[in-house]
């Protein structure tokens, strides 16, 4: 598509709850980012992907995040007994190339835990 | 760690007039970039600096990459209410293929 689309935009869960996320990047880009954005915040990195491989998950806060990109295009975040303080909002963003810093980012998914 | 703090934490100017805001870091960078985030929106990159020194324009922006690669800056001329939003300085985490964000500058243009 022509930029990286997020969905779903607004999500609300309630504590405990089990929650997705989707990311269909750009489409030929090889590399595929996550990143927590916490209110009046930056962005920070949660994990990368290199077509399939996840080659860093060193940002994952903790082992109920989990993400995948099994074909190389889509991505899932997924988010297991989701806690007050994964209220955030959760941005995807694609490259062409490694090391092509120039992100192209989707709007996001905002999801508040309630 | 890494750190990359960006002064104002907030802006409020009049339309028409300059901007300049910093960002600047415990550590060396190699890279900075600028973006630019709407409400509701993800960043959208400005501009990118890739050597020390390097003074890079686009349009009413222009950015700098400072000589001890630990600070670089961001100007806008001639603001006008478009430029509302927060602005970002990032730069790649050692060794690493992604982005270390700044802490944003907010700013305010007032019609």
């Known amino acids: 598509g022509a930029g990286v689309s997020q969905s779903p935009r607004y999500k609300v869960a309630k504590r405990g709850q089990d929650v997705a996320l989707r990311c269909d990047p750009i489409?030929?880009?090889?590399?595929l980012f996550w990143y927590q954005q916490a209110l009046g915040q930056g962005p920070e990195f949660l994990t990368y992907?290199?077509?399939?491989?996840?080659?860093?998950k060193s940002g994952l806060p903790s082992d109920r995040f989990f993400a995948e990109r099994p074909e190389g295009s889509v991505s899932t975040l997924k988010i297991q007994r989701t806690q007050q303080e994964d209220s955030a909002v959760y941005l995807c963003?694609?490259?062409?190339?490694?090391?092509?810093?120039?992100?192209?980012f989707g709007s996001g998914t905002r999801l508040t835990v309630v | 760690g890494q750190q990359l703090n960006q002064s104002p934490q907030s802006m409020f100017i009049q339309e028409g007039e300059d901007v300049s805001m910093n960002c600047t870091s415990s550590?060396?960078?190699?890279?900075w970039l600028w973006y630019k985030q709407d409400p509701g929106e993800g960043p959208v990159l400005l501009i990118a600096?890739?050597?020390?020194?390097e003074l890079t324009s686009n349009g009413r922006l222009t950015a700098q990459f400072g000589i001890t690669r630990k600070d670089s800056f961001l100007n806008i001329s001639a603001s006008i209410p478009s430029d509302v939003g927060i602005y970002f300085c990032?730069?790649?985490?050692?060794?690493?293929?992604?982005?270390?964000f700044g802490t944003g500058t907010r700013l305010t243009v007032i019609p």
């Open positions: 489409s030929g880009h090889v590399s």
């Open positions: 992907f290199q077509n399939e491989a996840q080659l860093d």
């Open positions: 550590s060396i960078f190699n890279t």
């Open positions: 600096l890739y050597k020390a020194g």
């Open positions: 963003a694609s490259s062409l190339f490694d090391r092509d810093y120039g992100y192209t």
């Open positions: 990032a730069g790649p985490r050692n060794g690493a293929n992604n982005l270390f």
